[in-house]
């Protein structure tokens, strides 16, 4: 039987040496912007115009020079000739003198000359006259040209993933199509006798693959992943060397489940060890131990617990840090909640464990109550709790009424 | 010109009433577990089965009847004999009696009559007998047969968005499909005569339309939202009209933007009026004050701002939380960092104010800067900050240090 060589690799060392060892080489598409959220940027956008391009009224009201509002009061009201009316659209023709003042509405362009705008408010219309009874200072209820961005800064940089504001910014400086990469190809495959489809028929000794279910739908989350799932593979090494190969060549990164744990039935274990080199096998956290990486023909294979539970934390401890660090993005922020441990929670040194908890909020604290069935297939752990805790490889523990860091579900 | 009449709704009240208006009605579909992450859940899903559906060894070891192995120790070793043995995906076929003991690999059934399960490191392995030097624990290694649900259990509620977790608990029951809700079909149109779309040229006094591709993708995040585009409309009201009506027979949702202001140029305002009914509009939040929603055939229109900022802030404000609400859905958690305020920061009572912040981390505190440009129309104010505060309608402001809550943009 096999068993693990030497001292386990910890899991901040094995997320290095993944984004070490790791690279991705994704060609580029133009996308709309439109529809280029989730993707890639792969290139610098720098603005192509001043935002706004040209000074804007904020308000509804009369644009002026502000000077000849000076000293103007309730008991000295200056009075300004109404020249005309701008409004959204039309071009900034008008040009207004001293002892002038033009109708415009929010999002107006400004008449030359102009430096400021009167709300509407703030002023009696008479005829073809306003009279203003208070001072406005320059550039009042102004958007100044270029006050958002001048033509030629940096708006969005490459390798960012691009959100809504992104998309938005860029569209604002007239851009409808992005330079980003193609999406990352992931191939999935799980193995194991016992594990057979949900829909199917199960016998004595069988299990549903929830764990294939649960990588799928996970790696579905990163909007920059498209995944490709190839079922469950049989135990002949020949033919699992084969799909494997040819596999490889289509995809990025293949994800394994099953087979990668200690027992001696796994023969997945084998091919990799055939076909490529290791570059972590096992991790010192719990679960998710078997977790492993290894590269053949120079890309990425993750094998993953059979188990759910396991399965998962090595998504999360292991394959999302290393996707994200080999693509050269930033992994989101998770959100986290301060919690008193209700428990006192133990930990096998030198292993980093992932503990599912449960939040209970009372009196304005927030509890975090660990669940008790810890196996690596309990997936009820997973859907029954909020979040986990982290225990660290060099603590024994979290004794009762700890505070810790609870990572939400997202 | 229009004016907003009387006192302006805040947002509670207007979320309140939005959610008790809207009233969706979706079908149903069926959604394969591999691909409906992000559908929300139109039944109950109950376990169709126990899991583990047998008693299941958690380790790579010898099953045994734990009494046997009572009294054992280094000096009294006791000795059983090795019956047979499973690997996962066999039937427990075999059964064992006193003084029997049968090897099983992880994940393998424990055969009949046993109760418990040595690791493989405790023992030794002496032809066709082991050595036992140590007692094991009734269901020592054991994940039994229904430790994680039972037969009838509730596993996922109706209305639950599908994350992978739960789409991995379904699946371990055997389901392949999931009855679903269609997704929520909105329709999104621009109105304004200054807007022009990216990748068209540019005359004075026009702008970018990026508050609809803000609008769109913002949405898109949402993945039980389909959303439809529909450019940007001109200010004929007969044709505005026309359109209108046809697509609310077309969808269950539409969102607008511009023309809601207070700006007399605008006719999708008055559209609206004649053919339904608001719910609210305008409320008292800075930005997006114009944002209103009405009801035209008991489906519901929004109308956001023109400016992108103030549509990002009736999106986040009152569209998500009143979409969520309608649908019976939870609103997920968003990460917040607790952070000290560098500089003094308005507030005009009775508006709810949104300022949007960025946050340094100096020595272990984090600090939240407001950005300065606090225009409707700055999207930079957006690209460059990351997260926002919140300072409620009855504060001035708050004073430089206090301690906010800055929800990060996810």
């Not at 009316?85 to 002892?99: F, M, T, W």
């Not at 799928?216 to 909007?223: A, F, Q, S, V």
């Not at 930033?330 to 006192?344: C, D, G, Q, W």
């Not at 709790?385 to 060099?394: L, Q, R």
Request: charged share 25%; aromatic share 10%; glycine share 10%.
């Amino acid at each position: 039987m096999y068993k693990f060589l030497g001292e386990l690799i910890n899991v901040d060392q094995a997320v290095r040496k993944g984004v070490d060892k790791i690279e991705f080489k994704l060609e580029t598409l133009e996308v709309s912007v439109w529809d280029a959220r989730g993707y890639i940027l792969a290139e610098d956008i720098y603005a192509s115009i001043n935002q706004p391009p040209f000074h804007r009224s904020a308000v509804d009201g009369f644009a002026v020079k502000a000077e000849d509002t000076f000293g103007a009061s309730p008991l000295n009201p200056i009075t300004l000739r109404i020249k005309g009316s701008l409004k959204p659209g039309d071009k900034p023709g008008i040009k207004i003198d001293h002892g002038e003042a033009v109708e415009v509405s929010t999002g107006a362009p400004l008449p030359q000359g102009a430096d400021s705008v009167i709300m509407v408010e703030d002023v009696d219309i008479v005829n073809n006259y306003i009279r203003v009874h208070k001072p406005v200072p320059k550039w009042a209820n102004v958007s100044r040209l270029g006050e958002d961005y001048s033509r030629g800064d940096l708006l969005v940089s490459k390798n960012t993933v691009l959100k809504p504001h992104d998309l938005a910014i860029i569209a604002s400086s007239g851009y409808k199509y992005v330079k980003v990469y193609r999406r990352l190809s992931v191939g999935i495959l799980c193995s194991g006798d016992e594990v057979v489809e949900p829909g199917q028929p199960l016998s004595g000794g069988e299990v549903y693959n929830s764990t294939g279910v649960l990588i799928k739908n996970y790696l579905d989350e990163m909007p920059f992943i498209k995944t490709y799932y190839y079922g469950i593979v049989g135990d002949q090494k020949s033919l699992l060397r084969d799909f494997i190969e040819k596999l490889i060549g289509k995809h990025d990164l293949l994800i394994t489940s099953g087979g990668a744990g200690v027992s001696g039935v796994d023969v997945l274990r084998d091919v990799v060890e055939e076909l490529g080199e290791y570059v972590f096998r096992g991790v010192a956290m719990r679960p998710g131990r078997p977790t492993s990486l290894a590269l053949i023909n120079n890309k990425p294979v993750f094998m993953l617990s059979g188990y759910p539970v396991a399965a998962w934390t090595g998504l999360e401890a292991l394959v999302k840090p290393i996707i994200y660090g080999s693509l050269g993005i930033e992994v989101p922020a998770k959100p986290i909640v301060k919690a008193l441990l209700t428990r006192r929670t133990p930990n096998v040194i030198g292993y980093r464990s992932y503990i599912r908890v449960g939040i209970k909020r009372v009196d304005d604290k927030y509890y975090a109550e660990p669940y008790m069935l810890r196996g690596s297939g309990v997936l009820s752990s997973l859907v029954k709790t909020n979040g986990y805790i982290i225990i660290p490889e060099d603590l024994e523990g979290y004794e009762k009424d700890s505070i810790v860091d609870v990572y939400l579900y997202s």
